[in-house]
């Protein structure tokens, strides 16, 4: 670079072309103020990753507390983590419930907001934008919405639109946050990477920058800016398969004059290999999180009413009709996957020192689902997991049932007010609720 940096802060960000890349926390580089700053802490992080259509009820249990809790089969991908996790039992989305399945149940999963019928859409705000609105002034982007399937159009039996059952992150009463379901176009907008060259690798046109940032390190520090561009290599060769695929999928559109999201799976471009499509968004975030990009994230691992398949798996049917049976191994086996894939997160994040923790001490990772069991299309209670401390705001390692509390002690907008809190955002009620969740 002809302009190495001159006043190195924590957060820097290396430049190329057409390319910018930030880094993380760097503690041997002074923070001195001013754009790009370090805070105090590290920051606060939330994401919520949702899987549609239920669990498996007989396996998804846990009791005890810590290091000792017990876990169900389902859960068994958290083990290593089970200290900095809670398992929360009994709540429900009271709007959700009695208004028919699928659709009505999943539009307002993150803002319990009562949702329209018909077709002018009509919900509310999803707290993960609430917290967006206010904490994403501190970050180049102020969240990131991705998810693993595309949506679907049209109107349920219920007369709800399918827009419902294929978003969680909502901007207004109307209008869904547009979910990006292409690993190629996630990974360029974490890194500014723009314009014809985004194909060539971003480290390669970033590391003069680079040189000059790890001569001012300390050891310590050079070690985790190797780790960190270590990971970003990785995750690019990826994208760089899944780019291609889509670049294909994108000529077969055009000749076909049609758009490409309105093909089948994998013509549309998308990893055919979901379990490949997962752990990039999964990467994704976690780069981001580790950077700074962002402090707020979605990830709809599966929509509601899913079409995805699981060959590795040895299910045979799709996610949806083998929801209808989810107390089968089988479906036992859907379900310990997609815990998996937040365990792959959260390991990620664990694996990132940060000051005197983790990636992951500062965050929380929520992980639900729109039905407790898919066979009966119950959310009379919601599956919920949390994985994270908050930089010690949130106490870990503990099992909670609401189940007996009262509907009025359960309300899934509780818990949301009492995670918007832990980060900062104070409100008197949100969705259907006005108080915090007793005991979290």
Known sequence: MSNPISRPTRRTVLRGAGVAMALPWLESLPALGGEGAAPAAPPKRFAALFMGNGISPDHWWAKGSGSAMELGTSLQPLAPLRAKMNVVNGLFNKQATGVGIHPGMTGNMLSGAPLQKGAVLKGGVSMDQVLAARLGEDTPQASLVLGCEQPITGYHESNFSMAYSSQISWRDAASPVPMEVYPSLAFDSLFDNQGSRRTQSILDRVKEHAAEVEKQLGRADRAKLDEYLTSVREVERGVRRARAMKDKADDRARDKGQPTLAMPRPDNGLPEDIREHMRLMCDIIALAFQADKTRVATLLLCRDLSGLFYP????????????????????????????????????????????????????????????????????????????????????????????????????????????MGKMGVELDHFGDADTRLAGL
Request: with cysteine; hydrophobic share 35%.
């Open 312 to 419: 590795f798996l040895d299910v045979r049917s799709a996610h949806h009709p083998a929801s209808h049976d989810d107390r089968s191994e089988a479906y036992q086996r859907v379900a310990h996957y997609y815990v998996s894939q937040l365990a792959y997160l959260a390991n990620r994040l664990e694996a990132m020192k940060e000051g005197e923790g983790t990636v992951l001490d500062s965050s929380c990772l929520m992980f639900l689902s729109n039905m407790w069991s898919g066979s009966r299309h119950d959310n009379s209670k919601v599956p919920l997991l949390l994985v994270g401390g908050l930089g010690g705001a949130l106490e870990t390692g503990r099992v909670f049932d609401y189940r007996d509390k009262g509907d009025e002690n359960r309300r899934l907008c509780s818990l949301y007010l009492s995670i």
